[in-house]
Structures are given as C-alpha cells and as structure tokens.
C-alpha cells in the first residue's frame, strides 16, 4: 500500500518535472516586451514557467528547447485587469459602509467560469474588488488565472508580501440611505478621516509596543488592513469618478499619507493636472457611452489621452461584469482612437497596472526571469479582427482557440456559461436599476 | 412691409444655409446597394444624393463644398433602441420607456415623449447614426409604441419618418420581474391571446357598413387593430427559444407581422423563424450575457446570415453603465465573428431600413434617397478609427475637425 503511494507520488514528480524541464521557444512573432522596443522575427524562450529569453537571436533557442513557431502573429506579455469582479467577491454587507475587514477571498468561487471569460481575453493577472456601495467595501485579492480548486491555487503575493489591496468609493456610489451610510459627500470624507485617525492611533500604539507584546493593542480584524495601508504595504484601490470626488481622494492622500490608485475617473480628464501633481496612478475603465448613473454622464473616450498628456500613469480595467473580459485589449484600442497613444495604451495592459498592484517584478512585461506569463495574438493588438489565439500562465497554455471548448468561452452559446457567475451582481443598489429597467 | 422683407431674407438665405451643395470624396464609398466604389464621389443637392460613382466619371459642380475621408457609408441606422426616451441620467425623471401601471398599453404613443434633445441621441448621432428606431421599452407585455427617427436636432414633429413604426412587445422573465402580474410564462401568453381576441372583435364591428353599430372609439383597441390589420408590425422581445417559440404562435394565430427582437436564442430555432417569415433583430452582444440573455453568442448574426436570415443589430437596451451601445461597435463586433465587411454593414443600413419600411428613403447610398452619409478615417469598424463627418438630410451634423 505504502508502495503504491509512494509510486504515484514518485510518478506525479515525474511527470511536472518532465513537464516543466524542457524550454519552449516561441519563434517568428512580433513580439511586444513593453519594457523595450518591439522586436520583429522575435524569440520567447520558457522553461519552469519563468521567461529565460527574449530577443531575435537564434543562438538564444537552447539545444534541447520544443521550437513552436509562430510566424505572422503577435506576442506580449498577459494582460492585467486592475479592477474586476468576476468570481462573486461581494465584500462588505449593507449594515455598515466601513468593511476592510471583509476579504473578497472569503467569498471567490475559484472555479467560476467567469475566469474563463478572462483567459479568453488575454487576462492572466486580475485584481479582484468587493464592493460596490460602500466608503470601504473590503479587501481586494490579486489572482493569477492558474488552474484552481481553491482559492489559494489563485493568489498572487506581491513585492509587499501582500495579496491584495483595499477597495475605497465615495462619491453617490457610498451614499445610500442604511445603517451608518453617508447621505452626503462631506460625510463620506468625515467618516473616512475618522476611521484614518483611528488607524494612526491603533499604528501609534504597535510602534510604541516594540517587541515587547504585552503592550500590544489587542488584535483589530478592521484595524489591521488600515495600518498596512498607512506603512505603504497595502494600496487603496479608490473608485471615484467626478471631478470633486476625485479631488477629496486627493485631499485624504495628502492628509493621511497614502498613495492610493485612483479607480474609473470617468472625469479624470477634467482634473488630469492635479492627479499627475498628487503623484496618484490611474485605473480607467473606457465604456462604449455615458451614463447610466450620474457619476458616469461626463465619461469620454479621451480620459486615457488626457492623462497621458498630463504625465499620469494609466492601467485599464474591465470592471467586469461592468465590461467584458473578453474584450480587455478593445479598452485600450477605443483609447487609441481617441488620441492615446499605442505605446502607452500597451503598458495600461501590462506593466502600469503590474505596478499598481506592486507585483511589477513578476508580470507585466516579457523579461528574463519574470514569469512567463503572454498571450499569441492574431494580429494588431489594437484591431478589431484580431483575436486572443493562445494565453500562456506561468509557462503553460490555459486557453487555445483552437480548442472548440475554449473557443467556447469566447463567443458565449447554449449552455456555455452557467448563470450564477459573481460577476453581475456587485452593484448593491444600483443592480436594482438594472433590475428596473426603469 | 418688415415681415415680407423677412421672410424674403428667409426664403433666399435658408435653403442655401440648410442644404449646402455638397461634395464627398473618399478612397472607398459603400453605397451598400452596389459594390465598392474605390475613388469614389457622392453629390449631395437639396438634401438628396443627386450622384454616386467614381471621381473620373463625376465631375464636382464649382460651387459644391468638398468632404474627404477614407470611408463613406450610408447614415447608420439602429434598428431598435430607447435611446431619447430612456435618459443618460438614469433617474425616474429622464425615464420614459416603460409605464408599469399596466402590462398591456399599446396605447401609448413614442412621439409623445421621445425627446430629440436627449444627450445619447447626440452620443449616436456622433457615430454616424443618423436613423433609430425608438420607442417604449422591453419589461411589458405591450409596453407601447415605436417610432422611426432621424437623430438630428428639431421638434419630434419634424425629425420623425414613422410616428406609429411597431408595438413594442415583450415575452420572458423581465416582464414578471416588473409586473405582479403576469407572474408566469403561461399568464403572459394568456393575457396577449385575450386581448387580441378583444380587438378582433372590435375590428369586426368597426367594419360594420352601419356605423351606428361601430362601438365607442378606443385608443387601446385602434392600435392593436392596426397590428391585427398588418399596419404596423409587433417587436417582441424575446430571448430564449421558448419565448421566441412563443412568439411565433401568437403571430401564427393572430397573423400578425413578427419582428423578434434581442433573440438571443434565434440560433436554436432557424428553421421555425423561417418558416414563420419573422423578422430578426439581433441585440448588441457586448451586452451583459445575464438573464434570458444567457446563451447569447458573438455569432449569431453569422450564424442566422448564413441560413438566409436578414439580421438587423440594434443598441437594444441597457439598465445601467453603459446606458446605450453603439451599433457601429456591435456591427464591427459581428464582423469580427463570422461575418463578412459588407454583410456586417447591411446589419446597420440597408436591412434596416427594408425591416423599419424605409428603405425608399434611407439604408444605401443612392441617386434620389435621403442624403444621410457617415464618413470616417479609415475602416469604419475599427477600434481605432474615427467618424470624422455626419450628414442628415444633406446638413453637416456633425464634423469632427471643427
């Protein structure tokens, strides 16, 4: 018996490291590193999901490596989606506005075929939001779309040693008539500063406790996230969309200290200069038209352009289900069209928002050594016709077109997607508009 | 003596202002009714195309303002929106699509509440959307009435082609979401057959040569007569096979024309809709697959192409952010999966035009119609290309280098 366990065992090991041993080049496709200039008749070498090499010389394709070749197609690093909601993250719940005790992990279904959409879309890095509907809906998760049973096959610990962030909103977004909510904008800020001073008190008090414990506050589950907020381990991902919603976020950072990542900014554009002095990053999401909520009446196309101009670093998200995974790079492109440009409408894909996340080290860019994390395009990642034909997650394939089940996810069909995906139903009180119809 | 030197003034310089003698030259023009035309030149005079063809064999009158651009197509048009009845803002005042104080109002007018001022019809108009077919909302059984409209500016009197287009009709979950009743898919069906059933009987004694018998003049009854007497077409909306099955018997019965609109499903059941000469408009697939809109695909206009189906693409109808799609993008998105350039644009004109009644006028590019042109940088269904310039009726709407 032990025998035979100890065979398999043995067996598993053999075969992940037959699995993982020998390099695969990816030859003949332009290649897009980001972090450099774009290299024609490129060669991306893998091994052990890591990136050995990136280049076009020959002599880089190891002797013992697999040669796929992939003329006339296009590859860049995975994408990353700063802002999403697939997996049914929920969050906090509506007896209170302040959660950052509340972790979306908690709540993630990791087998959601919502992560299928994500795939199909070349996104391999997401950075998963509870919320919305609260001042502090709860902890964010960043994932990384391997294969997964459980949640913890997904996390994705960054530079901090953290994996995930804080989600914040103010705004109408927060302001709803429960228990505890903001009725108004200055009440969202008040109460947002109060909670900060809190937390500068409950850091004061572990600082001053040093090693010795006894001193040590008792533990606080709300408390906690804030102090990592406050030492700069955790970022606060901040929706916010009108201009002076934008500009009290940019008040709280300088009050308190914290760099948050300014998330939507469908007004962005009005404040652009002031964002680009704050020091702040944008997460922009790019919609087909305005409104639906009167937050979002002034959003335009040229919110990417406009930042850019302005010097303010700028990632893409899909929001989804606001957005659809499955058409990420098309945020970028609609970008393009309205005066961005492509270079920087490539790192809003990939490395700014890898910063964002404070895992730049890791993704974001095709480099030696950083995890070999791309996708094989079709064409032009900025064309319409092109399509996510493969996407790579740490040196192996999880999506192919050419995979009539994969290929599945991406155009939707009977049965193809079941109907309780977490992804559309985030939106506390505004669900019930587009619930109304009305 | 002042008034007639007024309106002297008025008579000579509007014309002239209004419907500029126009010139359009582009690399390629898609009269959609004809092949490409590479080098192509449309003349535009009084508000109509008075020539299309190739910039050898036209020659530009001298005192015709020259447009350039790569691409010329014919004014886009959305087959079915809400777009100038339901609002940007998204909040019960701006809200006009769907009266919930009864399942059952076909009574109840698009004309008098589209507002032409709206700021999503200017968001379409901007995209070379020229023509929309708008009106009462998806969520009743008979929500109201539909219109067809130009986008441009001016009172609803002035910009509408169709005043009274189709009865906007819905079969499926989102009506019992709205309504106490009808609470099932059964009760639905029910309560349409019944009141069908009222207007057959009043259409027959309305045809009495005795008009003393006619019975009193009912707002509701007269429009669903006009539905039973072919004058006007039913939009159902209907999203899964057995509300579009669903719709199909009821037009069977009744014999009324079918238009079904969303038809996620219309996929599954090609044959039926064939055999049942129902029309097929297709919802914008970007939008959120949840709902009866679950099996939805990005190939259901290929796929019903192929099997001989007219498609039409339309905004449809959105409840939150966005609060409208954008055919121009949902044609794009068609071509894309499965079908070709030149089908995917008939999606957005000329087919329509013919399913709205008004291709005599609008849809393609031709000697005589109604000149509504869309010019555009460069391929007009790529991300990264602009809408540079928009005629309606011979008027520059909208020119993106001013």
Redesign the interface.
């Known amino acids: 018996m032990n025998k035979i366990k100890f065979f398999l065992c043995f067996l598993c090991i053999a075969v992940n490291a037959s699995a993982q041993q020998k390099p695969v080049a990816f030859k003949g496709a332009l290649i897009y590193p980001i972090n450099g200039a774009p290299i024609q008749n490129g060669i991306l070498v893998v091994q052990n999901g890591v990136i050995l090499s990136v280049g076009n010389d020959e002599k880089a394709i190891p002797a013992n490596a697999e040669v796929i070749l992939v003329n006339n197609k296009v590859i860049m690093p995975g994408l990353v989606d700063t802002h999403s909601h697939l997996g049914g993250p929920e969050g906090g719940d509506y007896s209170n506005p302040i959660n950052p005790e509340a972790r979306a992990m908690d709540a993630i279904d990791p087998t959601s075929d919502g992560f299928k959409k994500a795939l199909a879309g070349g996104i391999t890095t997401i950075n998963v939001m509870p919320g919305s509907g609260h001042l502090m809906s709860g902890q964010t998760v960043y994932l990384k779309m391997r294969d997964a049973k459980i949640i913890e096959d997904l996390l994705f610990t960054n530079e901090k040693g953290v994996y995930g962030g804080l989600k914040m909103a103010n705004g109408t977004n927060s302001m709803r008539s429960g228990s505890g909510f903001p009725g108004t904008r200055a009440k969202s800020a008040s109460l947002v500063r109060e909670l900060f001073l809190k937390a500068q008190a409950y850091k004061k008090k572990i600082e001053k406790a040093g090693k010795d414990s006894s001193k040590m506050p008792e533990r606080d589950l709300a408390m906690e996230p804030l102090v990592e907020v406050l030492t700069g381990k955790r970022v606060v991902h901040f929706h916010t969309h009108k201009s002076n919603d934008i500009l009290t976020v940019l008040r709280l950072s300088k009050e308190f200290g914290f760099k948050p990542v300014l998330h939507h900014l469908s007004e962005g554009w009005k404040v652009a200069d002031e964002i680009a002095k704050a020091g702040l990053q944008a997460s922009i999401i790019v919609?087909?038209?305005?409104?639906?909520?009167?937050e979002?009446?002034n959003l335009t196309l040229e919110t990417g352009a406009k930042l850019e101009k302005s010097g303010v670093p700028v990632a893409f998200h899909t929001d989804d289900?606001?957005t659809?995974s499955r058409?990420f790079l098309?945020a970028a492109?609609?970008s393009?069209?309205a005066g961005m440009s492509r270079e920087k409408a490539l790192e809003g894909l990939t490395i700014v928002g890898a910063k964002m996340l404070d895992l730049s080290s890791k993704v974001g860019s095709l480099e030696k050594g950083k995890d070999a994390d791309f996708i094989i395009l079709s064409g032009d990642p900025?064309?319409?016709?092109t399509?996510v034909e493969q996407t790579w997650v740490e040196g192996s394939k999880k999506y192919d077109i050419s995979n009539p089940a994969d290929r599945a996810f991406?155009?939707?069909?009977?049965?193809?997607?079941s109907?309780d995906r977490g992804e559309?139903h985030h939106?506390g009180d505004?669900e019930e508009?587009?619930?109304?119809?009305? | 003596m002042k008034k007639s030197f007024l309106f002297l003034l008025v008579s000579i310089v509007s014309p002239i202002y209004l419907l500029a003698q126009i010139a359009i030259k582009a690399e390629i023009v898609y009269p959609v009714s004809a092949a490409p035309i590479k080098d192509g030149v449309v003349l535009v005079e009084n508000g109509k195309i008075k020539a299309v063809g190739k910039a050898t064999e036209i020659s530009i009158p001298s005192n015709y303002k020259i447009y350039e651009s790569k691409t010329v197509t014919p004014g886009l048009i959305d087959a079915r929106t809400l777009i100038g009845m339901s609002g940007v803002l998204n909040i019960p005042v701006d809200q006009d699509q769907l009266e919930k104080s009864s399942p059952i109002q076909p009574e109840l007018r698009a004309i008098d509440a589209y507002n032409p001022e709206e700021a999503l019809v200017k968001v379409a108009r901007e995209y070379g959307i020229t023509t929309i077919h708008t009106g009462h909302g998806i969520g009743a059984l008979v929500s109201g009435q539909t219109m067809v409209t130009k986008t441009k500016k001016g009172n609803t009197d002035e910009v509408v082609i169709k005043p009274f287009s189709m009865l906007a009709m819905t079969i499926g979950h989102s009506v019992s979401e709205k309504f106490s009743s009808p609470g099932t898919k059964a009760k639905q069906i029910s309560m349409i057959r019944a009141e069908l059933m009222k207007a057959q009987v009043y259409m027959k004694k309305m045809l009495d040569k005795d008009s003393t018998k006619h019975p009193t003049f009912d707002l509701k009854m007269d429009a669903l007569s006009k539905l039973l007497k072919g004058e006007v077409k039913a939009l159902i909306t209907a999203n899964k096979a057995v509300d579009i099955m669903n719709s199909i018997r009821l037009s069977k019965e009744f014999g009324f024309k079918l238009v079904l609109d969303g038809a996620a499903e219309a996929y599954r059941l090609i044959d039926e809709i064939k055999k049942a000469n129902a029309e097929v408009i297709l919802h914008a697939t970007m939008a959120r697959n949840e709902d009866d809109m679950l099996n939805m695909t990005r190939e259901s206009a290929s796929i019903l192409t192929k099997a001989g189906i007219s498609v039409s693409i339309e905004s449809g109808y959105e409840g939150y952010v966005p609060k409208t799609r954008i055919v121009l993008f949902e044609a794009g998105l068609a071509a894309a999966y499965g079908l070709t350039f030149d089908e995917a644009l008939k999606t957005i004109t000329i087919n329509p035009a013919r399913l709205l009644g008004v291709d005599s006028r609008i849809g393609s590019l031709e000697v005589g119609k109604d000149a509504d042109i869309t010019l555009f940088d460069g391929d007009p269904f790529e991300y990264t290309t602009n809408v540079t310039t928009v005629l309606i009726d011979g008027v520059v709407v909208y020119d993106k280098i001013k």
Not at chain 1, 410 to 417: D, E, H, M, N, P
Not at chain 1, 433 to 438: I, M, P, R, V
């Open positions: 919609i087909d038209a305005p409104g639906g909520k009167m979002a009446i289900g606001i659809d058409l098309r492109a609609l393009v069209r900025f064309s319409i016709y399509k991406l155009t939707g069909g009977y049965g193809v997607f109907s559309f939106h505004e508009d587009t619930k109304s119809g009305n």
